[in-house]
């Protein structure tokens, strides 16, 4: 069986505004190459047709100079999520993505392109909405695997309030995610 090396590179984005899915392949594009550009948070993951992840399983590497910091009482809630917020979930939640890929590889091996993963968070941390573009990957084994689980995902909490004295009860955030083997 030959193997095919798979990777699947998440940046992420932030919008603060509603996020709509719309317009022609070429619309799709042009607003991938724009969210791609931030390299600073990309995320890689390799997955092989057949390989499987069990969701549940965490692997912790603890060695010589690590350390474990836990603290009590309570966490200062930010105003707005900021890209560090957004990089420190979707690392915990890589997991997720190569369980759905390596599960959608068994139907189709060929499997590949590009999508941008759309959701809204909520003040309290909760995913309201999960929008995935182009619908060809949303209708995509891949995309209805994903889809559930991103919804699953918690943010840390905040408030709202935007330096012009409005406060919001959702923010938008844009990640593409690029498929190729």
Same mark, same amino acid.
């Given at each position: 069986?030959?193997?095919?090396?798979?990777?699947? +590179?998440?940046?992420?984005? %932030?919008?603060?505004? *509603?996020?709509?899915?719309? @317009?022609?392949? &070429?619309?799709?594009?042009?607003?991938?190459?724009?969210?791609?550009?931030?390299?600073? *948070?990309? #995320?890689?993951?390799?997955?092989?047709?057949?390989?499987? %992840?069990?969701?549940?399983?965490?692997?912790?590497?603890? @060695?010589?100079? *690590?350390? %474990?910091?836990?603290?009590? /009482?309570? $966490? =200062?809630?930010?105003?707005?999520?900021?890209?560090?917020? +957004?990089?420190?979930?979707?690392?915990?939640?890589?997991?997720?993505?190569?369980?759905?890929?390596?599960?959608?590889? &068994?139907?189709?091996?060929? #499997?590949?392109?590009?999508? %941008?993963? /759309?959701?809204?968070?909520? $003040? *309290?941390?909760?995913?309201?909405?999960?929008?995935?573009?182009?619908?060809? +990957?949303?209708?995509?084994?891949?995309?209805?695997?994903?889809?559930?689980?991103?919804?699953?995902?918690? #943010?840390?909490? #905040?408030? /709202?309030?935007?330096?012009?004295?409005?406060?919001?009860?959702?923010? /938008?955030?844009?990640?593409?995610?690029?498929?190729? =083997?």
């Amino acid at each position: 069986m030959r193997s095919i090396r798979i990777s699947i +590179i998440l940046a992420v984005s %932030i919008a603060l505004s *509603s996020f709509a899915f719309a @317009g022609d392949n &070429k619309d799709f594009k042009a607003k991938f190459a724009k969210l791609a550009k931030n390299k600073a *948070s990309f #995320f890689k993951v390799t997955a092989k047709p057949g390989e499987e %992840i069990p969701e549940a399983t965490l692997n912790l590497a603890f @060695g010589p100079g *690590s350390t %474990i910091s836990v603290s009590r /009482g309570r $966490t =200062q809630v930010k105003d707005m999520l900021d890209e560090q917020d +957004i990089v420190a979930v979707v690392n915990r939640n890589l997991r997720a993505v190569k369980y759905c890929y390596c599960k959608a590889l &068994k139907v189709d091996p060929d #499997f590949e392109g590009d999508a %941008i993963i /759309g959701m809204k968070i909520k $003040t *309290s941390g909760k995913v309201a909405k999960v929008e995935i573009e182009p619908e060809e +990957i949303a209708e995509h084994k891949f995309g209805k695997c994903l889809a559930p689980r991103v919804a699953k995902w918690r #943010f840390p909490k #905040f408030t /709202g309030h935007k330096e012009e004295g409005m406060t919001v009860k959702s923010m /938008g955030y844009e990640f593409p995610l690029e498929f190729s =083997q």
